[in-house]
C-alpha cells in the first residue's frame, strides 16, 4: 500500500518520534509504515486520518498486486 | 507507551531471572542443600512453576500492549521458533530412533535451540522492518 505519510508529517514539522507519541506507536513502526514495508491498522489509519484532517483514501492508496 | 514499556520489560526480567533463580536452587538444592527431603524440592518445584507463570503472564501482558507492527514481528518470531522446535525435535527423536545417531538430547539442548531461534528470528525480523 502506497502513502504519503512522509510528506504529510513533513509539512506539520512533525519527526517521527513525535509522530508516534501522537498515534499511539512505536516510532519504528512509523518508519516501516513510511517505507511501506508495514500496512497500519484501520484504528491507526483513522487516527492518522484524524491527525491530518484527511480522508484515508487521500493518505493510503492501495495497489492492486499484479498476477 | 513508551514509560509502559520500560516498566513491562523491567518485571518481565525480574520474573526471568526469578524463574531462572528457582531452577538454580532447586536443582543444586534437591542435590547439595536438602539432599532427599521430598518436601522442599516440591516446594522449590511449586517455586519454579509461580515463577514460570508470573514469567508467561507479564509477557503476555508486554505482548497484548505491544503496538501492532510489534505484535507482528513477534508473532512472527514465536510461530517460527514452534515450527523449528517441532520439526528440529521431531528429526532428532526419528534419527535417535532409527539408530542414526548415537547420543541422547537433554531438554536443556531444546530449551537452548528454542532461545537461540527466537532471538534470531527476533533480529531478523527487527531488522527487515527497521
Known amino acids: ?26 516510532r519504528q ?8 514495508k508495514f500496512d497500519p491498522s484501520l484504528p491507526t ?13 487521500e493518505i493510503f492508496t492501495f495497489d492492486e498486486p499484479q498476477n | 507507551m ?3 514499556k520500560k516498566k513491562r520489560l523491567k518485571q518481565l526480567a525480574l520474573w526471568t531471572m526469578a524463574w531462572l533463580l528457582t531452577v538454580m536452587l532447586t536443582k543444586y538444592g534437591a542435590t547439595h542443600m536438602w ?6 524440592s ?23 500492549e505491544s503496538d501492532e507492527l510489534e505484535k507482528k514481528i513477534q508473532l512472527e518470531a514465536m510461530g517460527i521458533t514452534l515450527g523449528l522446535t517441532l520439526i528440529v525435535g521431531l528429526t532428532i527423536s526419528l ?4 539408530h542414526l545417531i548415537d547420543f541422547h538430547t537433554e531438554i536443556s539442548t531444546l530449551i537452548t535451540f528454542m532461545g537461540l531461534t527466537y532471538l534470531a528470528s527476533m533480529i531478523f525480523n527487527n531488522m527487515k522492518y527497521r
Do not use: C, H
Open chain 1, 1 to 26: 500500500m502506497k502513502n504519503k505519510l512522509k510528506v504529510l508529517r513533513a509539512e506539520r514539522n512533525l519527526t517521527q518520534e513525535e509522530l508516534a507519541d501522537i498515534i499511539g506507536v512505536s
Open chain 2, 95 to 98: 534419527l535417535d530412533y532409527t
Open chain 2, 2 to 4: 513508551k514509560e509502559l
Open chain 1, 45 to 57: 489509519a483513522f487516527r492518522m486520518s484524524k491527525l491530518f484532517n484527511l480522508p484515508i483514501e
Open chain 2, 35 to 40: 539432599e532427599g527431603n521430598t518436601l522442599i
Open chain 1, 29 to 36: 513502526t512509523i518508519n516501516a509504515i513510511e517505507k511501506e
Open chain 2, 42 to 64: 516440591l516446594f522449590a518445584i511449586l517455586l519454579n512453576l509461580g515463577a514460570g507463570l508470573g514469567m508467561i503472564l507479564i509477557n503476555r501482558k508486554l505482548v497484548n
